[in-house]
């Protein structure tokens, strides 16, 4: 099909068992559809290309040949049939229909997954130079996961996938021909991302220590321990929420679910219970969900909370007298419940008569004589000893850090006023609170206690306070809760809590309503004129002149006008007759902007008409099954 034109393709010769010297012959090809591409010469009979061809076009031709023999008379014609095939030549090159493409597939799939089909085309004609085989090339270095089929074009998975170790591939996909010569093979490509979709199959592991340590005398909502645990698991799958399942049976805790933050709902003494083992679960919000446990040991530190106590109140004794100095006269115990230093016990003997001829060891309690004694000279001493519960000392040290600073707010207590149609997610207030300290101590955490119902949520990092969904001031006008600043120590940590109480602002979202509609009014024929025969009433929920309500007729009458403010109708001129009637439309506006409004019917009869109304009986009975059902006849 490369054969270019004006080439003489062939030769028609007269067979030769004709004479053919000097032989007068005219060559032609008959007129149809494929002597576009063709010539012949008339004279040599040579046949000539005289258009391109294309095999994917046309791959045959069959000419009609004309040779008229003038060496007879009259001319003699003779018809000869050429077959021309046409070879292909490798002119197209293999094509996908995108350059990039993106595929997904999940983590989990069984290697051998079918991930996507290729499917170039070749617009060349014969087999081979159609024929496409595919291969696949990695972008980085790492090692590819999958496959590609050479003759389908199938990319199916290799290897076990894990998204949190890969996630995504970048292949080179080539589609080549088969042309026999091997400089003659044409070939495309594409780039096809592969995103390794997330399932959830991890579990949150836990990062924060399983031991903490609180002093006993913290106050209530002291920040104990911040429960942290890692999923790396992607959206809902790696979020984790934190429970605790066991060991906070006293609710001596409390923990936030979603921040970890463990804090004391209740005073603690360490002589009742020195430590706690909470069980804790970390759930992430995959499905189905997948939690780790961790048991959190907390150590409650002791504090000199506790006196020290004699185990008699009073000791008797008798000692010899005359006995030389260094006499044993009695030892004396005392306990403290407290643990370490703070338990500790020194004795001393206190100021009084003849305490000088004792004297008292201060570690064990024992009281020996410093002098002989004289029962003719004194028989009874009465001495006082005391276990001190305090002790000095002089120091020369260096101060570190420690986390003795709480985070401070600017104010006591935040007033803020928003209005009720405020949207959703909506940022409200923004908390700030300084920590002298350094580092993780210096370090501010933010939460929310006590119940918002719902509305409001603080951003833990940066203190924005953000509505959670739509306010209504008719439900709630306000809003009072507290809000946590805690330091990130990893030991002891401390906070601070302060008071934000939130005004929601009304806006004109409520119509009046009616307190009766339709109303009905009965007059007497003779009512005078100015005289109030009828009063609509109307409430609206909003606040201010949004829910101020005045009050006006839709149709202007003759005979009754109404007044604004108190929703009086008052007739403006005599009745016609003893059996008049009229209907008023009244409206109710409140006064927001734009205003909301309310219609109502009123009807006024005559007394007349009054008593011209009546029941057919005056008792009705029925009727009703127990479980009928609402709405029945």
Not at 368 to 379: G, M
Not at 404 to 412: E, I, R, S
Not at 473 to 498: G, N, W
């Amino acid at each position: 099909e490369n054969f270019k034109p004006a080439q003489v393709l062939n030769s028609l010769k007269w067979p030769d068992n004709h004479l053919t010297t000097n032989r007068k012959l005219h060559f032609s090809i008959a007129k149809n559809d494929d002597d576009v591409h063709f010539e012949i010469d008339s004279l040599t009979g040579d046949l000539f290309l005289s258009k391109e061809l294309d095999y994917e076009t046309a791959s045959h031709f069959l000419l009609q040949v004309i040779i008229k023999d003038y060496n007879n008379n009259p001319p003699q014609n003779n018809t000869v049939f050429l077959s021309i095939d046409v070879q292909d030549q490798n002119d197209h090159s293999p094509y996908f229909q995108d350059d990039f493409i993106v595929i997904g597939i999940e983590e989990n799939a069984p290697v051998g997954t079918l991930v996507y089909t290729f499917n170039a085309k070749d617009g060349d004609g014969s087999f081979l130079n159609s024929k496409i085989e595919y291969s696949l090339e990695i972008s980085n270095m790492g090692e590819n996961p999958f496959l590609i089929h050479s003759s389908y074009g199938t990319l199916t998975t290799a290897f076990p996938l894990d998204r949190e170790i890969t996630r995504s591939v970048i292949l080179t996909v080539s589609a080549a021909d088969q042309a026999i010569n091997l400089t003659d093979r044409r070939l495309d490509s594409l780039a096809a991302k592969i995103v390794i979709l997330d399932i959830n199959d991890n579990s949150p592991s836990f990062m924060s220590s399983p031991l903490s340590y609180v002093m006993e005398d913290v106050e209530v909502g002291f920040l104990v321990h911040r429960i942290i645990a890692k999923d790396p698991d992607e959206g809902r799958n790696g979020q984790v929420t934190y429970h605790v399942l066991s060991g906070n049976e006293n609710k001596a805790f409390v923990l936030d679910k979603i921040t970890g933050l463990l804090t004391t709902a209740q005073l603690l003494d360490r002589e009742i219970q020195e430590h706690y083992s909470l069980t804790v679960m970390a759930l992430d919000d995959g499905s189905p969900a997948l939690s780790a446990t961790q048991v959190l040991t907390i150590i409650v530190l002791d504090v000199n909370d506790e006196t020290p106590i004699f185990l008699k109140q009073f000791y008797e004794t008798a000692v010899r007298e005359n006995q030389d100095p260094g006499e044993f006269v009695i030892m004396v115990e005392a306990v403290d419940r407290d643990a370490g230093l703070n338990s500790l016990l020194r004795y001393e003997i206190l100021p009084g008569t003849g305490y000088e001829k004792f004297k008292m060891n201060s570690d064990s309690g024992e009281l020996v004589t410093t002098a002989s004694l004289d029962r003719e000279t004194q028989e009874v001493f009465s001495i006082k000893g005391s276990p001190s519960r305090s002790s000095t000392a002089q120091l020369y040290l260096t101060v570190l850090d420690e986390n003795d600073h709480n985070p401070l707010f600017a104010k006591t207590q935040y007033q803020i006023a928003v209005r009720e149609d405020l949207e959703e997610g909506s940022a409200i207030l923004d908390l700030f609170a300084s920590d002298e300290d350094d580092g993780l101590n210096g370090e501010v955490m933010y939460s929310l206690i006590d119940d918002t119902f719902g509305v409001f949520a603080i951003d833990s990092v940066t203190g924005s306070v953000v509505t959670t969904k739509a306010l209504d001031r008719e439900t709630k006008s306000q809003y009072t809760f507290r809000a946590v600043a805690s330091d990130c120590s990893t030991h002891l940590p401390r906070s601070t809590t302060v008071s934000v109480v939130v005004h929601i602002n009304d806006v004109n979202d409520n119509d009046p309503v009616f307190l009766q509609n339709p109303i009905r009014a009965f007059v007497s024929a003779e009512t005078c004129v100015n005289e109030t025969v009828a009063t609509v009433r109307a409430e609206d929920m909003d606040l201010g002149s949004n829910g101020a309500v005045v009050f006006s007729l839709m149709i202007a009458e003759t005979a009754f006008q109404i007044d604004a403010k108190t929703g009086d109708i008052i007739l403006q001129e005599p009745l016609a007759s003893n059996e008049f009637s009229n209907q008023l439309l009244v409206m109710a506006s409140d006064q927001g902007i734009p205003p909301r409004t309310a219609t109502a019917m009123v009807i006024i009869f005559t007394e007349e008409q009054e008593e011209e109304i009546s029941f057919s009986h005056s008792l009705y009975e029925a009727s009703v099954p127990e479980n009928s059902a609402a709405g029945g006849h």
